[in-house]
């Protein structure tokens, strides 16, 4: 039996949309990136359409964004951005 790869589902496109900006480091470079879903967008409550933003895969790799909230139950990343101004804080 042939084991299938976790990653086989995940649609990679190769090239950023310049008009959009990644809502995780704010630029958008042309890397590789993903199609993340925008909460409250899904209005048909199938999960089949909805909006959706550009997201580099890069950016989905930094350990050091990424962030669990068991209380709320979500696994998410930080915003380069704000992270950099609570460090000027
Ligand atoms: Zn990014």
Not at 37 to 51: L, P, Q
Not at 64 to 89: C, E, H, P, S, W
Request: proline residues 4%; aromatic residues 6%.
């Amino acid at each position: 039996m042939t084991k299938k790869s976790p990653l086989a589902n995940l649609r990679i496109f190769e090239h950023f949309p310049q008009k959009d900006k990644c809502p995780i480091c704010g630029t958008n470079d042309d890397v590789a990136c993903i199609l993340v879903g925008v909460d409250g967008t899904n209005t048909h409550g199938d999960g089949d359409i909805e909006e959706a933003l550009p997201v580099h895969v890069r950016c989905l790799c930094d350990y050091k964004l990424a962030r669990i909230n068991q209380n709320v139950g979500v696994v998410y990343f930080k915003l380069k951005d704000r992270v950099t101004a609570q460090g000027k804080t």
